[in-house]
C-alpha cells in the first residue's frame, strides 16, 4: 500500500511539473520583456501570461506585466509576417486572431495559401492510402478469383458444387472489376491534386 501511494505522488508531482511553464528558477531570474517576446514570436496572445502568473505564485514571484506586454508587441511583430503566415498554415496550425489589424491581412493572406496547401497535401495522402488499402484488396481478391477459377478446371465436381463455384467465380469477377475502377478513379483524383498543389506551390513566392 506504501509503495502504491509513493507511485502516486510521484506521478501527480510529474504531472503538475508538466502543466506549469516555468519552475522556480526561472521564475525568480525572469526577463519579463524577454519572455513576453519569446510568446509573442509563438503566437501566443498576450493573456498568455496568465499561466507564467500561477506558476510562479507559488514561488512569490509576479510577473511585470508592463515589460511582458512590450516584449510580447515586439515579438508579435515577428510571428505576424506573411513568410511566418505561410509556415503556420502550411503546417496546419490553428490561428487564434492574435495579429493586430494592421499585420493581419497580409498574414492571412499567406497564412490561407499555406493552409490551403495543407488540405490538399491532407487529402493527396488519405486518397493515396486509399489506393494502397484498395490494392491489398484487389491481390487478395485476385488470388481468390485464381483459386476458384483452378477448382473449376481441375476438380471432379457435382453439378450443385460446380454451379456454387461458377457464382462464386462470377462475384469476384465482378468485386475485381469494380475495384479496378475505383482505384483508378481515386488514382485520377490523385493526381489531380497532386496537380493543383504543384501549381499553387511554385506560385505562392514565401
Known sequence: ?????????????????????????????????????????RGRLVSYIGNHREACAEHG????????????????????????????????????????????????????????LYQLSFEINRLQRDVSGMQDELAALTEQHQGVETMLVSAALSVKDRKTLLDRFKQLQSQIAGLEIDIRDFELEAARRQGEYDVLNAAHGY
Not at 14 to 36: F, N, P, Y
Not at 63 to 72: F, K, V, W
Not at 83 to 89: A, E, I, L
Request: a positive charge.
Open 1 to 41: 500500500m506504501k509503495i502504491k501511494r509513493l507511485v502516486y505522488n510521484a506521478l501527480v508531482l510529474l504531472l503538475v511539473a508538466g502543466c506549469a511553464t516555468m519552475d522556480k528558477s526561472e521564475c525568480r531570474e525572469a526577463d519579463w520583456q524577454i519572455i513576453g517576446l519569446e510568446d509573442g514570436a
Open 61 to 116: 514571484v509576479t510577473p511585470d506585466l508592463a515589460s511582458y506586454e512590450r516584449g510580447h508587441a515586439n515579438g508579435i511583430r515577428q510571428f505576424c509576417t506573411d513568410s511566418n503566415g505561410f509556415r503556420q498554415g502550411r503546417a496546419g496550425r490553428s490561428y487564434n486572431g492574435v495579429c493586430p489589424a494592421g499585420l493581419q491581412g497580409r498574414f492571412l493572406a499567406a497564412y490561407e495559401t499555406g493552409r490551403e
